[in-house]
Protein backbone atom coordinates (compact mmCIF):
# COMPACT_ATOMS: atom_id res chain seq x y z
CA UNK A 1 0.00 0.00 0.00
CA UNK A 2 1.45 3.46 -0.72
CA UNK A 3 1.07 5.86 1.78
CA UNK A 4 1.58 9.65 2.23
CA UNK A 5 2.12 11.10 5.81
CA UNK A 6 1.50 14.85 6.09
CA UNK A 7 3.23 15.43 9.88
CA UNK A 8 5.46 12.77 11.44
CA UNK A 9 5.56 13.95 14.80
CA UNK A 10 4.78 11.04 16.98
CA UNK A 11 1.60 9.66 15.85
CA UNK A 12 2.91 9.71 12.50
CA UNK A 13 5.98 7.68 13.22
CA UNK A 14 4.03 5.22 15.15
CA UNK A 15 1.58 4.52 12.45
CA UNK A 16 4.74 4.64 9.92
CA UNK A 17 6.63 2.16 12.57
CA UNK A 18 3.60 0.42 12.69
CA UNK A 19 2.71 -0.32 8.72
CA UNK A 20 6.10 -1.59 8.07
CA UNK A 21 6.10 -3.68 11.00
CA UNK A 22 2.98 -5.42 9.30
CA UNK A 23 4.87 -5.47 6.22
CA UNK A 24 1.70 -3.28 4.82
CA UNK A 25 4.03 -1.13 3.06
CA UNK A 26 7.73 -1.37 2.21
CA UNK A 27 9.80 2.26 2.83
CA UNK A 28 9.69 2.74 -1.11
CA UNK A 29 5.74 3.10 -0.49
CA UNK A 30 6.45 5.67 1.99
CA UNK A 31 6.50 8.97 1.66
CA UNK A 32 6.35 12.08 4.89
CA UNK A 33 6.05 15.48 4.56
CA UNK A 34 6.66 17.87 8.04
CA UNK A 35 7.57 21.02 8.12
CA UNK A 36 10.68 20.24 10.59
CA UNK A 37 13.45 19.19 8.50
CA UNK A 38 15.79 17.30 11.20
CA UNK A 39 12.52 15.59 12.11
CA UNK A 40 12.69 14.25 8.40
CA UNK A 41 16.07 13.46 8.06
CA UNK A 42 15.69 11.27 11.34
CA UNK A 43 12.76 9.48 10.03
CA UNK A 44 14.94 8.65 6.81
CA UNK A 45 17.64 7.19 8.72
CA UNK A 46 15.68 5.29 10.73
CA UNK A 47 13.42 3.94 8.34
CA UNK A 48 14.24 4.57 4.52
CA UNK A 49 11.36 5.92 3.73
CA UNK A 50 10.80 9.08 1.32
CA UNK A 51 10.72 12.42 2.35
CA UNK A 52 8.65 14.90 0.44
CA UNK A 53 10.00 18.66 0.22
CA UNK A 54 6.46 19.80 0.53
CA UNK A 55 2.72 18.72 1.44
CA UNK A 56 1.64 18.92 -2.33
CA UNK A 57 4.96 16.61 -3.02
CA UNK A 58 4.15 13.76 -0.77
CA UNK A 59 0.61 13.02 -2.65
CA UNK A 60 1.85 11.56 -5.47
CA UNK A 61 0.55 8.00 -6.11
CA UNK A 62 -0.32 7.35 -2.31
CA UNK A 63 -3.58 5.22 -2.02
CA UNK A 64 -3.67 6.82 1.33
CA UNK A 65 -2.67 10.10 2.53
CA UNK A 66 -2.36 10.40 6.64
CA UNK A 67 -3.02 13.59 7.94
CA UNK A 68 -1.05 13.74 11.33
CA UNK A 69 -0.72 17.38 12.29
CA UNK A 70 -1.85 19.15 15.27
CA UNK A 71 -5.31 20.52 14.75
CA UNK A 72 -3.90 24.10 14.67
CA UNK A 73 -1.89 23.44 12.13
CA UNK A 74 -4.67 21.65 9.82
CA UNK A 75 -6.29 24.89 8.34
CA UNK A 76 -3.01 25.66 6.77
CA UNK A 77 -2.37 22.00 5.33
CA UNK A 78 -6.11 22.33 3.91
CA UNK A 79 -4.85 25.25 2.06
CA UNK A 80 -1.77 23.76 0.73
CA UNK A 81 -3.56 20.04 -0.66
CA UNK A 82 -6.86 21.17 -0.82
CA UNK A 83 -8.03 20.35 -4.29
CA UNK A 84 -4.56 18.74 -5.10
CA UNK A 85 -6.04 15.30 -4.16
CA UNK A 86 -7.20 11.90 -7.18
CA UNK A 87 -10.32 10.37 -7.28
CA UNK A 88 -9.16 7.01 -6.04
CA UNK A 89 -6.80 8.55 -3.33
CA UNK A 90 -8.26 7.69 0.72
CA UNK A 91 -7.59 10.56 3.19
CA UNK A 92 -6.95 9.32 7.08
CA UNK A 93 -7.34 12.12 9.36
CA UNK A 94 -6.26 11.17 13.14
CA UNK A 95 -7.18 14.81 14.14
CA UNK A 96 -8.55 15.01 17.06
CA UNK A 97 -11.90 17.03 16.72
CA UNK A 98 -11.94 18.00 13.25
CA UNK A 99 -15.31 16.54 11.66
CA UNK A 100 -15.35 14.40 8.04
CA UNK A 101 -17.27 17.57 6.75
CA UNK A 102 -14.16 19.83 8.00
CA UNK A 103 -12.35 17.86 6.37
CA UNK A 104 -14.50 17.26 3.11
CA UNK A 105 -15.14 20.66 2.48
CA UNK A 106 -11.61 21.77 3.07
CA UNK A 107 -9.67 19.45 0.80
CA UNK A 108 -12.90 19.60 -1.55
CA UNK A 109 -12.00 15.77 -1.66
CA UNK A 110 -15.12 13.23 -0.65
CA UNK A 111 -13.10 10.06 0.54
CA UNK A 112 -12.42 10.69 4.16
CA UNK A 113 -11.82 8.84 7.25
CA UNK A 114 -11.73 9.89 10.58
CA UNK A 115 -10.10 8.16 13.32
CA UNK A 116 -9.45 8.74 17.10
CA UNK A 117 -6.31 6.49 18.10
CA UNK A 118 -4.74 6.58 21.26
CA UNK A 119 -1.20 6.71 23.22
CA UNK A 120 -0.35 3.07 23.69
CA UNK A 121 -0.89 3.05 19.69
CA UNK A 122 2.88 3.92 19.80
CA UNK A 123 3.99 0.68 20.95
CA UNK A 124 1.17 -1.20 18.86
CA UNK A 125 -1.14 -1.50 21.88
CA UNK A 126 -3.26 1.31 20.49
CA UNK A 127 -7.35 1.84 20.28
CA UNK A 128 -8.68 3.59 17.57
CA UNK A 129 -12.28 4.10 16.70
CA UNK A 130 -12.98 5.51 13.29
CA UNK A 131 -15.79 6.32 11.13
CA UNK A 132 -16.21 6.98 7.28
CA UNK A 133 -18.11 9.19 4.61
CA UNK A 134 -19.89 6.94 2.49
CA UNK A 135 -17.76 7.69 -0.59
CA UNK A 136 -15.10 5.42 0.91
CA UNK A 137 -14.98 2.66 -1.04
CA UNK A 138 -15.20 -1.44 0.67
CA UNK A 139 -11.51 -1.57 -0.73
CA UNK A 140 -10.64 1.62 0.98
CA UNK A 141 -12.51 0.71 4.29
CA UNK A 142 -10.68 -2.75 3.96
CA UNK A 143 -7.08 -0.22 3.82
CA UNK A 144 -7.78 2.15 6.52
CA UNK A 145 -8.68 -0.69 8.77
CA UNK A 146 -5.36 -2.45 8.24
CA UNK A 147 -3.79 0.52 8.61
CA UNK A 148 -5.39 1.15 12.35
CA UNK A 149 -4.99 -2.22 12.77
CA UNK A 150 -1.72 -2.20 12.69
CA UNK A 151 -1.58 0.11 16.12
CA UNK A 152 -3.22 -2.23 17.88
CA UNK A 153 -7.15 -2.94 18.05
CA UNK A 154 -9.43 -0.53 15.54
CA UNK A 155 -13.67 -0.49 15.83
CA UNK A 156 -15.49 0.67 12.85
CA UNK A 157 -18.40 2.64 13.87
CA UNK A 158 -20.91 4.61 11.29
CA UNK A 159 -22.31 7.22 13.98
CA UNK A 160 -19.55 10.06 13.49
CA UNK A 161 -20.67 10.93 16.97
CA UNK A 162 -19.28 8.59 18.86
CA UNK A 163 -15.89 9.43 17.87
CA UNK A 164 -16.19 12.42 20.38
CA UNK A 165 -17.34 9.76 23.04
CA UNK A 166 -14.71 7.60 22.05
CA UNK A 167 -12.03 11.01 22.67
CA UNK A 168 -13.42 11.28 26.15
CA UNK A 169 -13.19 7.31 27.16
CA UNK A 170 -10.01 6.21 25.15
CA UNK A 171 -8.24 9.03 23.90
CA UNK A 172 -8.04 10.99 27.04
CA UNK A 173 -8.78 7.47 29.15
CA UNK A 174 -4.47 6.57 29.58
CA UNK A 175 -4.28 9.98 31.53
CA UNK A 176 -7.08 8.57 33.72
CA UNK A 177 -5.20 5.58 34.32
CA UNK A 178 -1.62 7.53 34.56
CA UNK A 179 -3.16 10.05 37.41
CA UNK A 180 -4.81 6.62 39.11
CA UNK A 181 -0.82 5.23 38.46
CA UNK A 182 0.71 8.14 39.95
CA UNK A 183 -1.45 8.15 43.34
CA UNK A 184 -1.17 4.90 43.76
CA UNK A 185 1.90 4.41 43.59
CA UNK A 186 2.34 7.81 45.89
CA UNK A 187 0.26 5.96 48.07
CA UNK A 188 1.98 2.84 48.58
CA UNK A 189 5.31 5.41 49.17
CA UNK A 190 3.47 6.76 52.32
CA UNK A 191 2.97 3.76 53.93
CA UNK A 192 6.52 2.57 53.80
CA UNK A 193 7.10 0.88 50.23
CA UNK A 194 10.68 2.11 48.56
CA UNK A 195 9.71 3.93 45.24
CA UNK A 196 11.15 1.25 42.80
CA UNK A 197 8.97 -1.75 44.50
CA UNK A 198 5.72 0.83 44.14
CA UNK A 199 6.05 1.65 40.74
CA UNK A 200 6.77 -2.33 39.61
CA UNK A 201 3.52 -3.42 42.01
CA UNK A 202 1.26 -0.80 40.36
CA UNK A 203 2.17 -1.45 36.83
CA UNK A 204 2.28 -5.29 37.18
CA UNK A 205 -1.42 -4.79 39.18
CA UNK A 206 -2.67 -2.15 36.33
CA UNK A 207 -1.88 -4.79 33.30
CA UNK A 208 -2.09 -8.14 35.11
CA UNK A 209 -5.57 -6.73 36.16
CA UNK A 210 -6.61 -5.78 32.75
CA UNK A 211 -5.10 -9.16 30.77
CA UNK A 212 -7.21 -11.10 33.75
CA UNK A 213 -10.11 -9.15 32.88
CA UNK A 214 -9.98 -9.30 29.21
CA UNK A 215 -8.50 -13.52 29.40
CA UNK A 216 -11.59 -14.04 31.94
CA UNK A 217 -14.08 -12.79 29.91
CA UNK A 218 -16.12 -11.82 33.21
CA UNK A 219 -18.03 -8.89 34.02
CA UNK A 220 -15.76 -6.37 35.85
CA UNK A 221 -18.09 -6.16 38.81
CA UNK A 222 -17.58 -9.85 39.42
CA UNK A 223 -13.85 -9.58 39.17
CA UNK A 224 -14.03 -6.70 41.90
CA UNK A 225 -16.32 -8.99 44.26
CA UNK A 226 -13.93 -11.65 43.93
CA UNK A 227 -11.18 -9.78 45.30
CA UNK A 228 -13.27 -7.88 47.93
CA UNK A 229 -14.19 -10.67 51.07
CA UNK A 230 -16.30 -9.04 53.52
CA UNK A 231 -14.85 -7.26 56.44
CA UNK A 232 -11.31 -7.69 54.54
CA UNK A 233 -8.70 -5.24 53.52
CA UNK A 234 -10.09 -4.57 49.86
CA UNK A 235 -13.65 -3.72 51.54
CA UNK A 236 -12.17 -1.26 54.13
CA UNK A 237 -10.23 0.65 50.77
CA UNK A 238 -13.58 0.19 48.59
CA UNK A 239 -15.31 1.74 51.14
CA UNK A 240 -13.12 4.48 51.86
CA UNK A 241 -13.44 5.08 47.56
CA UNK A 242 -17.16 4.79 47.68
CA UNK A 243 -17.67 7.54 50.40
CA UNK A 244 -15.15 10.05 48.35
CA UNK A 245 -17.64 9.13 45.28
CA UNK A 246 -14.61 7.39 43.30
CA UNK A 247 -17.16 6.42 40.15
CA UNK A 248 -19.39 9.49 40.57
CA UNK A 249 -16.57 11.85 40.24
CA UNK A 250 -14.73 9.75 37.13
CA UNK A 251 -18.30 10.33 35.49
CA UNK A 252 -18.23 13.82 35.84
CA UNK A 253 -14.94 13.96 33.92
CA UNK A 254 -16.01 11.43 31.51
CA UNK A 255 -18.73 14.00 30.61
CA UNK A 256 -16.68 17.07 31.39
CA UNK A 257 -13.93 15.81 28.19
CA UNK A 258 -16.80 14.78 26.36
CA UNK A 259 -18.26 18.20 26.69
CA UNK A 260 -14.96 19.57 25.59
CA UNK A 261 -14.29 17.05 22.67
CA UNK A 262 -17.59 18.34 21.24
CA UNK A 263 -16.61 21.72 21.89
CA UNK A 264 -13.84 21.88 19.64
CA UNK A 265 -14.97 19.84 16.97
CA UNK A 266 -17.89 23.23 17.01
N1 LIG B 1 -0.35 11.76 20.52
C1 LIG B 1 -1.43 11.00 20.69
O1 LIG B 1 -1.45 10.06 21.50
C2 LIG B 1 -2.65 11.22 19.85
C3 LIG B 1 -3.80 10.44 20.06
C4 LIG B 1 -4.92 10.64 19.25
C5 LIG B 1 -4.90 11.60 18.26
N2 LIG B 1 -3.79 12.34 18.08
C6 LIG B 1 -3.78 13.37 17.02
O2 LIG B 1 -2.68 13.13 16.18
C7 LIG B 1 -2.25 14.35 15.62
C8 LIG B 1 -0.76 14.43 15.69
O3 LIG B 1 -0.36 14.39 17.06
P1 LIG B 1 1.16 14.20 17.44
O4 LIG B 1 1.20 13.94 18.90
O5 LIG B 1 1.80 13.23 16.50
O6 LIG B 1 1.70 15.68 17.13
P2 LIG B 1 3.21 16.11 16.81
O7 LIG B 1 4.17 15.19 17.47
O8 LIG B 1 3.28 17.57 17.08
O9 LIG B 1 3.34 15.86 15.23
C9 LIG B 1 2.82 16.71 14.25
C10 LIG B 1 3.92 16.99 13.25
O10 LIG B 1 3.38 17.77 12.19
C11 LIG B 1 4.30 18.84 11.92
N3 LIG B 1 3.61 19.94 11.26
C12 LIG B 1 3.11 21.09 11.80
N4 LIG B 1 2.54 21.83 10.85
C13 LIG B 1 2.68 21.17 9.68
C14 LIG B 1 2.31 21.44 8.35
N5 LIG B 1 1.66 22.55 8.01
N6 LIG B 1 2.63 20.54 7.42
C15 LIG B 1 3.29 19.39 7.72
N7 LIG B 1 3.68 19.08 8.97
C16 LIG B 1 3.37 19.96 9.93
C17 LIG B 1 4.83 19.18 13.28
O11 LIG B 1 6.01 19.96 13.19
P3 LIG B 1 6.31 21.01 14.41
O12 LIG B 1 6.42 20.17 15.66
O13 LIG B 1 7.59 21.64 14.00
O14 LIG B 1 5.12 21.93 14.47
C18 LIG B 1 5.08 17.79 13.85
O15 LIG B 1 6.30 17.24 13.40
C19 LIG B 1 -2.95 15.47 16.40
O16 LIG B 1 -3.92 16.10 15.60
C20 LIG B 1 -3.61 14.77 17.56
O17 LIG B 1 -4.89 15.34 17.83
C21 LIG B 1 -2.66 12.18 18.84
Redo the contacts with the bound molecule.
Keep these: MKIAF?????????MLSAVLDRNLSTPGDIAV????AA?LKQLEREFGIRTAGS?PDALSGGDVVIL????Q??A??MA?IGGLLETGQLVLS?????KLDTLRHGLGHDAVVRA????P??IGRGVTVWTATSQVSGKQQTQAAAVLGAMGSEIYVVDEGYLDMATAVS?SG?AYLFLFMEALTSAAVDIGLPLDIARELVLETVIGSAEFARKSGGELVGLRKMVTSSGGTTAAALDVLEQGRFAGLLKNAVAAAYDKARELGG
Design positions: IGGGNMGRASDVSRNAVKPNLDVEIIAGKMPNTAQGP
